[in-house]
């Protein structure tokens, strides 16, 4: 029995695999339309979801599975105080797998040492968020054709956002990739990821606070929301909240072939105009996140 904590937990071959299946799954729905009949898959959600709790759910009714689960800590009896442990010991005799997100990093990983079930972490607070990298990966290979020798800025709340801290460990084990960190100075990574991720790794980066000086040479274009769950103070929040915003000015300096991706949701950071872009790929890449999901799902009860 294997659980999914990081994108990491996955080899490169692994990966290949796994994108594989996913595309095989998008060329060929009913090959796979009763793979997981019987299985059932429960979502453990703490913290609100919209793409990542309904894309697993979509992912097992594709497979001809059931799902089952909880959208909310509220809902659940977390509120009288269930521990994770306990939780998972108890829906590990009522399903096959478990997606959890929670707040609490690590939380997820608390849950696999109690479970008798695969769990995937479908987001632990500020920390990981597998499989939206798994997503990424997925919508970079099939949109830009590879993986490698890749300029990808990301931009935005690069301190608490857990979609880019997953993607930078995964992409940096890929050959001629560089990055380009652009943050107001106070949301910059966290120093964990720049001395072991980066440094350590002698992968080329730079840390700059201006999008348009930067945009033009980059492949791909990775924006985050600020992240106003993970701030301590709303006046924090409120003076960085619209740090960048991309406009079909900034895309204006942009190369054709840039692809703009955005785990989703967005609030301000792009503005509703850029959507018609050919180059902005954040829809499409939902999409994908089902077909990745579908893949995930199967590997892990060994039905592939
Ligand atoms: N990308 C992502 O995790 O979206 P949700 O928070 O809606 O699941």
Redesign the pocket.
Known sequence: MRHIMNALDLSVEELDKLMALAKDMMAHPDKYAEICKGKKLATCFY?????????FEAAMLNLGGSVLGFSSADSSSAAKGESVADTIRVISSYADICAM?HPKEGAPLVASMHSSIPVIN??DGGHN?PT?TL?DLLTIKNLKGRLDHLKIGFCGDLKFGR?VHSLIGAMVRYPGIEFVLISPPELRIPDYLRKETLEEKNIPFQEVSDLDAVIGDLDILYMTRVQRERFFNEEDYIRLRDSFILDKAKMDLASKDMLVLH???RVNEIATEVDDDPRAVYFKQ?EF?VYIRMALIVVLLELA
Do not use: K
């Open positions: 913290e609100p979801s919209t793409r990542t709790r309904l894309s997100r479908a987001g968020h939206q997503t979609t785990p989703l949701p939902a996140g």
